[in-house]
């Protein structure tokens, strides 16, 4: 039984431009950075690359500050989060699932598992749901009442909204390929499968954070009460824990397996599209009543490299668009798909408002801390934690 999928090695061929076909018998793989299939493609990698670095780099300084390893926790726990939800899509035939083939990866420049996996993907989960995580953190919601609930919510929604600009543009400059063909994934908003926006962009960073609020955030505090160290073996635990409880709880959720049980398409779109607006209400809301921080807060760690995210990929975009407008039939002149601008333009204007309203004072990390009995703000501590 050969390693990769078939279906894989068809839409390499026909939808990719070609395989690495070297690459398909080792478990890490290399290209030159200089010949990738698109200049995007460098610009993509780096970017997310570098988040992820800067998202651990900022977990590792609040352990070393506040004696906090919750963060650094969750950011391990997204990368087996990663792996856990992924891998299983990648080799479908070899796990004996029935689901078929139903994306793949094109080639950048670092990547593993027999050219299944490029390392910006692997870096993708805490580059975004890290920083998503923190802004909420550092607001004071999780301190209010049902501040578990409403921040959750607001992590998910944040993460929603940047995941979706990255996501409509994908498929344009082919740096994966979708399966149209297999029913998973049948059902779409222009280049985007509901189940991805649903699934992928805002159900995940939901349920991570009530994870980690439920379980690493009580374990943490009661090593700093009682004055222990955290050790690594019980963090490990805990990381592994979440890390695959993640897709479990998520694949548990209705949303998961709509397009199987909802036969009507316009039905199965209604639904999904009132899940994605009852998590942008919740959000918004919360968001209107946090006081105003002003842009002198895009000084900072996570909302620096936000704000850097919308930026580049604002110039991705205006560069995406001539093809837009050039296309037919959903197509753009290249054959690739073309995603939703109206989706996209949402989406930047409610990633640019909410960093703007979740936004900490520079340099003010407020530690966890347990909400009061009565249902008021619970008692927190501030440190200078930015990166």
């Excluded at 944040?158 to 740096?175: M, T």
Aim: hydrophobic share 50%.
């Amino acid at each position: 039984m050969q390693i990769v999928n078939e279906e894989y090695l068809r839409l390499a061929r026909e939808k990719a431009g070609g395989v690495n076909e070297a690459a398909l018998d080792s478990l890490v793989y290399w290209n030159n950075p200089f010949a990738l299939k698109h200049w995007t493609m460098n610009v993509i990698e780096l970017l997310l690359i570098a988040g992820a670095v800067m998202a651990l780099l900022h977990a590792l300084r609040v352990l070393r500050e506040q004696r906090d390893a919750s963060n650094l926790c969750l950011w391990f726990a997204c990368v087996v989060y990663l792996l856990v939800t992924e891998v299983p899509l990648y080799f479908p035939h070899l796990l004996g699932l029935d689901i078929g083939l139903v994306f793949m990866h094109n080639e950048f420049t670092l990547g593993i598992l027999y050219n299944q996996t490029p390392l910006y993907i692997v870096a993708l989960y805490p580059a975004l749901i890290y920083p998503s995580y923190v802004l909420v953190q550092n607001s004071g919601v999780f301190q209010q009442r049902y501040g578990l609930l409403l921040g959750a919510v607001c992590v998910g929604f944040i993460h929603h909204c940047f995941y979706e600009i990255f996501d409509h543009l994908g498929p344009q400059f082919v740096w994966w390929v979708w399966n149209y063909d297999n029913p998973m994934v049948s059902l779409s908003l222009a280049s985007v499968p509901f189940s991805s926006i649903v699934v992928f962009s805002l159900t995940p960073p939901i349920v991570a954070t009530l994870l980690c609020r439920l379980i690493l955030v009580p374990w943490m505090l009661r090593c700093q009460k009682r004055e222990q160290s955290p050790g690594w073996l019980v963090p490990l635990l805990l990381t592994l824990m979440v890390g695959v409880l993640i897709p479990v709880l998520n694949g548990l959720l209705p949303t998961s397996g709509m397009r199987e049980w909802v036969r009507d398409d316009g039905l199965a779109r209604t639904i999904y599209l009132a899940v994605v607006g009852l998590a942008a209400l919740l959000a918004l809301r919360t968001a209107m009543r946090l006081p105003a921080s002003g842009a002198s807060t895009l000084a900072r760690y996570p909302a620096n490299y936000l704000a850097a995210f919308l930026g580049i990929f604002l110039l991705l975009w205006l560069y995406a668009l001539p093809d837009f407008f050039a296309g037919e039939g959903g197509e753009s002149p290249r054959g690739t798909p073309l995603g939703s601008v109206p989706y996209v333009l949402g989406c930047f204007f409610g990633a640019a408002f909410l960093l703007y309203r979740f936004a900490g004072r520079p340099g003010v990390v407020m530690r966890n801390a347990v909400p009061a009995s009565d249902g008021n703000e619970g008692r927190t501590v501030a440190t200078d934690a930015g990166t």
